[in-house]
């Protein structure tokens, strides 16, 4: 694991990008993974003025989002896929019909789970597949648990996901409880893992998560397993 612990978030969101840009740049037809969540939106916003600088072209990029809202399609500002629109994917070149991010309207959400890890197969993997972390230590929606759960699949979100999250709603009741996530498999199968966190909020969890034993109670912990992971920290 390289761990990097950095001043600011500026920082973290500088380097964050240069590794997902040295990606592109190296494998124009790069799989990026990609995530939501407040803390990868400066990384957002620094490939888009590398994209505008003329320093990163999108067109042969294809993207897997880690998971979605259950009951939000695209058009619901609070969905995962309307913020990678609003965040990333309007303001740079990639082909849209490559931006993939699990559907949570499925009417059936197992077969939609399964025909999601099939697609990230038949894509050849996931080249850089980007984490925030929950102050559970969740991934993707990967909540806390007795075991770590392998293929895309539906889960309960914890009290404290939905409490945490609720500050991008109008409401707390209007947080859904349950949500579609990629599962550990492809998280760890992803030939590269670059998990970004900031602030003091954060710190505890990335000390048990990656400085601690590796268990299903913290999600995360698992990808001190991963061969090629790094992790950027910023305590501000
Ligand atoms: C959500 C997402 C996660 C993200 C987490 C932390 O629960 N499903 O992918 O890592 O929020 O979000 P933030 O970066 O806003 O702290």
Partial sequence: MKYIEVENYAEMSKKGAALIAAEVVSKPNAVLGLATGSTPVGIYKQLIEWFRNGDLDFSGV??????????????????????????????????????????????????????????IKSLGGIDIQLLGIGEDGHIGFNEPDDCFTGPTHVVDLDESTV???????????????KAITMGMASIMQAKKVLLVANGPKKYDIIQKAFFGPITPKVPASILQLHGDLTVIYSKI
Avoid: C, W
């Avoid at 965040?87 to 009417?107: E, M």
């Avoid at 409490?163 to 409880?177: C, G, H, M, Y």
């Fill in 62 to 119: 294809t993207s897997v989002n880690l998971d979605e809202y259950l009951g939000l399609d695209g058009t619901n500002p609070q969905s995962y896929r309307y913020f990678m629109n609003d965040n990333l994917f309007n303001h740079v070149n990639i082909d849209k019909s490559r931006t993939f991010v699990p559907s949570g309207t499925a009417d059936d959400l197992a077969s939609e789970g399964e025909a999601y890890d099939k697609l």
């Fill in 163 to 177: 409490v945490a999250n609720a500050r991008f709603f109008d409401s707390i009741d209007d947080v859904p409880r």
